[in-house]
């Protein structure tokens, strides 16, 4: 148990659905993250949020939208998906945004599928 | 941001050393190092991090070159519980931990 809980651990989605990722943290940390990782590709930074206000978008197209509501929760709202957009989606908190030796905390992902 | 090359796999066997290397020639002065590794159907976990000076904690050693152009994650007893992917990431900008390829360490009984 790492204090960053995901859910679900799985989901099935057709391309006209829309869902929610859910990520807690239990660790009193005040930046979050989302990590994509599709198969036999790097982990893709996505968003990072500090003491709940998004510092980085890397680029990610508008069918992902996140949002954090306090520093403890992170979501990710998804609609109108792409086959091409199931992966592993990780969640990741640290202690203190802009500290370079940091150290991230993850949570075990949620394995998407887009059918 | 500044890249981490590592051997895409490395093969250990049990209860013997493992040295994992990485380079990392365009490091800046305030990049730190980080390791992390990735078990089966886990999110990835910290392993160890360092500046300039190498570091031990209970999970692993890290060497760091004196240049730091490159470093090394040493296991010093690889169990099969250790077979991962292991990634070194520098973390000179705030908040973007970029991860590479990573090695994937198998460990043979």
């Known amino acids: 148990e790492t204090g960053v809980t995901q859910t679900p651990r799985h989901l099935v989605m057709g391309m006209t659905n829309k869902k929610s990722l859910k990520c807690e943290q239990h660790?009193?940390?005040?930046?979050m993250y989302w990590y994509k990782q599709s198969a036999k590709k790097p982990l893709e930074l996505m968003f990072v949020y500090n003491f709940k206000e998004q510092t980085e978008n890397n680029s990610v197209p508008s069918r992902f939208s996140p949002e954090c509501p306090n520093s403890s929760h992170l979501f990710l709202h998804l609609h109108t998906l792409q086959p091409e957009d199931s992966a592993l989606y990780l969640c990741?908190?640290?202690?203190?945004?802009?500290?370079?030796?940091?150290?991230?905390?993850f949570g075990s992902g949620t394995q998407l599928s887009v059918l | 941001d500044a890249k981490t090359t590592q051997p895409n796999s490395m093969e250990s066997n049990e209860e013997e050393p493992v040295h994992l290397p990485c380079n990392h020639s365009t490091i800046s002065g305030t990049d730190y190092i980080h390791w992390y590794r990735q078990l089966p159907s886990q999110g990835p976990e910290y392993v160890i991090h360092?500046?300039?000076s190498n570091v031990n904690n209970r999970m692993a050693s890290l060497a760091i070159a004196e240049d730091r152009k490159s470093s090394t994650l040493i296991l010093h007893r690889a169990t099969l519980r250790d077979a991962a992917v292991y990634y070194c990431?520098?973390?000179?900008?705030?908040?973007?931990?970029?991860f590479g390829s990573g090695t994937k360490l198998n460990v043979k009984p």
């Open positions: 990741a908190s640290s202690q203190t945004p802009g500290q370079t030796n940091e150290k991230l905390f």
């Open positions: 360092g500046l300039t």
């Open positions: 990431i520098l973390s000179g900008n705030f908040n973007k931990f970029y």
């Open positions: 660790l009193g940390h005040n930046a």
